[in-house]
């Protein structure tokens, strides 16, 4: 397979319905998951219905490209996440507490990439205005992305650190609709070019 035409994406989606919005990020990443490209991103306006305009794009991007995870902030997303387990995506859901060390982590993780010229984003206004009302504060257990006015979304930072922090949790297996590492102990790919 063709990693540039087929890749492997991993996940991020922060919630809101009311007053803020939502934010899909997918990044892939290279060979040796060393760098990572930001292959899309998607951000719904509030207010957010997210059986009649979430779901219906989460259902086409989990049938039609190779997801390895979808990394989320649980707080508003019960009903979303109960329809995509209903599908059989159960084993790829990853909930991301956003008060506690995992979304420290997630926010490292992201801090760590831009930092080190890892992850290539896609250039855009939206995007950079996101960056632009982000703050990182520093505690002693590490950064957490904050509001600098609390009138600014930040939820694209907040799905992209989730989607960076899920592609480095998980690594080291070839993925696939069907394959799950709770499930299969072995990947698929390991075994091209294996002659009986």
Not at 32 to 52: D, H, Q, S
Not at 86 to 94: E, I, K, S, T
């Amino acid at each position: 397979m063709n990693d540039k035409l087929d890749p492997v994406l991993y996940l991020g989606l922060d919630v809101a319905t009311k007053r803020d919005t939502c934010a899909l990020t997918a990044i892939t990443p290279d060979d040796e998951f060393e760098t990572y490209i930001e292959w899309g991103y998607k951000v719904w306006a509030p207010p957010v219905n997210l059986v009649t305009q979430v779901q219906p794009f989460m259902d086409h991007i989990f049938t039609n490209f190779r997801v390895a995870g979808l990394w989320y902030d649980p707080f508003q997303a019960i009903t979303l996440i109960q329809r995509l387990k209903a599908r059989g995506y159960g084993y790829q859901l990853v909930e991301v507490g956003q008060a506690g060390a995992q979304m420290i982590g997630a926010a490292n993780t992201l801090h760590d990439l831009l930092v080190e010229d890892r992850l290539d984003l896609i250039e855009s206004e939206e995007t950079r205005a996101y960056f632009s009302w982000t703050s990182a504060r520093r505690s002693d257990r590490g950064y957490r992305i904050v509001k600098q006015n609390p009138t600014k979304p930040v939820d694209y930072p907040v799905a992209l650190s989730m989607t960076c922090f899920g592609a480095n949790q998980e690594h080291g297996h070839g993925t696939y609709p069907a394959w799950s590492s709770s499930k299969h102990v072995r990947s698929p790919f390991v075994m091209e070019g294996f002659a009986a």
